[in-house]
């Protein structure tokens, strides 16, 4: 890999989208132009974005920039997980089996269920009244 190349990757979870672009460099890491410690304020979200650098230990080796649109912060938290894996994956084919082995590569199927007619939601119905 020189400098100028970058892996991409897509990432979705909920009715989140991210676009990762992953290029050598030491280790800047920007979510929508914003540093990812200011966009993820929460630590749980942080340890999910990092995950995937972490577990193939090369936290501080690449560049990331993220494009996340959609959802709410937990669900751009994982999508943004998702396309760091892939794009990690493009760049070094032989890190597959540690991100398989931490359920990385795997994409979060659970959605918002549709609400159905003649009922107040997915789920629930109107108040049954027997007079």
């Keep these: 890999m020189d400098e100028k190349s970058a ?11 991210a676009r990762v672009r992953l290029s050598l460099g030491n280790g800047a890491f ?16 942080r340890l999910t974005v990092n995950a995937p650098l972490r577990v193939t230990k090369t936290l501080g080796k ?3 920039t993220v494009r996340v649109a959609g959802g709410g912060i937990t669900g751009q938290a994982g ?24 359920d990385m590569l795997t994409r979060d199927s659970r959605m ?6 003649g009922r107040k939601g997915a789920r629930k119905g109107f108040q049954f009244s027997k007079r």
């Design 7 to 17: 892996y991409l990757g897509t990432g979705r979870r909920k009715s989140s989208v």
């Design 30 to 45: 920007k979510v929508n132009r914003k540093d990812v410690d200011v966009y993820f304020n929460r630590e749980d979200h």
């Design 62 to 64: 690449y560049d990331v």
């Design 79 to 102: 999508a943004v997980s998702l396309g760091i894996a892939r794009a990690l994956l493009k760049a070094d084919a032989s890190l597959e089996s540690m991100l398989r082995d931490s």
């Design 112 to 117: 918002k269920e549709r609400k159905k007619y």
